[in-house]
DNA sequence: CTATCTGCAAAAACTTTGCTTACCC
DNA sequence: GGGTAAGCAAAGTTTTTGCAGATAG
């Protein structure tokens, strides 16, 4: 394993939860563009799902989602849900977050980023460091292991966990 | 969030699961002296698994590590390996490994290090990376973030999966 | 001694599966 | 119309909890 990387900067980023309507109505469009041309079938459910969790850049749960959902759709399943993810994951559309507590959470930003995660309320923010992106991944490591991408989280302390005052942000 | 990376190389290692004797005893060691200074009690149980957990280098699962130690402590139960592996995190002595898949994995290894992450076979093997100690976390991120600690995974494909002959590895 | 840890069993939390019905293309 | 997806319920995994009895310091 052989990465380079120079000094870099982070860009600055108002956290918040919710992406904006703007942004959710073009990845939708996108994802609607992409699963016509690659013949993916797109159901009430698979969009609906897919929606909430472009509209939730806090990173959710299956649990979460099928929360946000389920009072649109009529009847739909948490099991629906999680087999959603599972195609959606499948075909590229999303991505697991990797976490280090129990639930699976889910990211629909396919952009390359990072995450930084609060280690008092477990929240998970992106953020875009610049410079990370031109890191170059080559030759192999132990046992002839071949690196293909990066993931990296940052674990600290959020804005509301370190201001001595005011209610305890807990959030899953 | 500012953090400043030179380039860096890569220390290369045999891949193996299992750490040798006199590593072993050596981080049982310290774990037995530091829990007695803190105060901290050290019973056949706890001992057991933080020795089985310091002996797997493979980032065992709680379950893995049931199974490891089991036979050597009669009666142990499952529900103790979990709460054991809880306030040895909790008490600094082990970490909790980040995943992208459902189970909790765990590690012995506090020293600074990357994890190489297979796509193929779930496989988790260290790496340490030099030059990323001397990064610089300082500054802020949005909202206020205080960036600590830095928890990077390299994903990719191991020897074993990236050879078309021989048995595909499955490992849990 | 006595506060803490453990065993056991039960529950909770999270995720997957089987099978029938619904519905996208 | 055909085949994939969804609904529902049940089971599978993984992790936590309550309580009585054991034990380290």
């Known amino acids: 394993v052989r990465i380079i990387l120079r000094e870099y900067a ?20 996108r994802f609607e563009r992409e699963c016509r041309k690659r013949g993916i079938r797109i159901t009430t ?23 946000r959902v389920r009072s649109g759709v009529r009847g739909l399943s948490l099991a629906t849900v999680y087999r959603i993810l599972d195609s959606l994951e499948r075909d590229g559309f999303i991505r697991r977050v990797s976490t280090t507590d129990g ?4 990211d629909a930003n396919l952009e390359f980023h990072q995450h930084l995660v609060c280690r008092i309320c477990g929240r998970i923010m ?37 201001r001595p005052r005011g209610r305890k942000t807990k959030l899953n």
Chains 1, 2 share one sequence.
Do not use: N
């Open 45 to 67: 459910q698979r969009l609906a799902v897919y929606k909430a969790l472009a509209r939730d850049a806090g990173h959710p749960t299956a649990d979460a989602l099928y929360a």
């Open 10 to 29: 982070e860009t600055p980023r108002k956290p918040r939860s919710d992406r904006g309507i703007a942004e959710v109505g073009s990845m939708c469009d």
């Open 126 to 162: 992106d953020s875009q460091v610049e410079g990370l992106r031109s890191l170059s991944l080559s030759g192999s490591g132990p046992g002839g292991f071949v690196p293909e991408t990066l993931d990296v989280r940052i674990v600290g302390k959020c804005g509301s966990c370190r």
């Open 103 to 106: 639930a699976g959470r889910y």
